[in-house]
């Protein structure tokens, strides 16, 4: 099997209200990526979230706009550090300021995370169905901090049109040994692997990922997200 990730530049800055399918869809064409059987597509939250209007203006001071609204967005406040805080939210992801972010922000606004990225992957994923006549699926990214390592990475935070995860529990290992509690965070894995061409300062905000044989089906990235009962950490 031979992977290959690439990026998807000339997307403009995108607009509350942008048809972010359409825009797309147009950006892998000029790049010369139209659409294949098995490709997946990789887009970061971020243009998800304005083209939604999940946009938030930092009134007054900035800093403590920014750091109320962070509070406003959590369910829980798990851990605190000066002004950080490591908080569950509504979708049941726990990351820093509940996901809200300023960075490729216009300037006095901060992004929020979409409200259902599940439910934005699938309509992108339908939106590009209908625009190229392939049924590519979707992968929603964000960065996320991880427990006991240093360093960020790029995880799934949306998905439609692929297991999420790819359970091999009750499977054999090389050596004949039964897997009992294997299970791979596929979408966890796309999301890292294009995140390695996109970057945090290019600009390009998608990337097509091609050759991946991976079990498609209807996924979602709440599969990813631990029940609280089998939490042995918080």
């Known amino acids: 099997m031979t992977l290959s990730i690439h990026p998807v530049p000339g ?11 359409a825009l797309l869809a147009d950006a892998l064409t000029r790049a010369g990526l139209g659409p294949e059987p098995g490709d997946i597509l990789v887009v970061t939250h971020k243009v998800v979230s304005k083209a939604e209007g999940a946009v938030a203006r930092l009134e007054g001071d900035e800093e403590a706009a920014y750091r109320r609204l962070a509070r406003e967005q959590a369910v829980e406040i798990l851990r605190r550090r000066g002004d950080l805080i490591i908080a569950r939210t509504r979708h049941g992801f726990i990351c820093a300021n509940a996901g809200v972010d300023r960075s490729n922000a216009a300037p006095g606004t901060a ?15 339908l939106a590009l ?8 699926p979707v992968v929603i990214t964000d ?12 995880v799934a935070i949306g998905v439609s049109g692929l297991e999420a995860i790819l359970d091999l529990r009750g499977t054999k290992d090389a050596q004949g040994r039964e897997l009992k509690v294997t299970e791979v965070a596929v979408a966890d894995e796309i999301a890292a692997a294009a995140d390695l061409v996109m970057g945090k300062a290019a600009g390009i905000p998608a990337a097509l990922i091609r050759g991946l044989e991976t079990r498609r089906g209807e996924g979602r ?14």
Not at 11 to 21: C, V
Not at 114 to 121: F, G, Q, T
Not at 129 to 136: E, F, I, M, Q
Request: net charge negative; hydrophobic share 40%.
């Open 143 to 154: 960065t996320f901090g991880r427990a006991w390592r240093r360093g960020l990475v790029d």
């Open 111 to 125: 992004v929020l995370l979409p409200l259902d990225p599940d439910r934005s992957a699938h309509s992108l994923r």
């Open 11 to 21: 997307l403009p800055e995108i607009q509350p209200g942008n048809d972010l399918g």
């Open 221 to 234: 990235a709440a599969d990813l997200v631990r029940p609280p009962g089998e939490d042995m950490f918080l």
């Open 129 to 136: 169905r209908h625009l190229t006549g392939v049924d590519v």
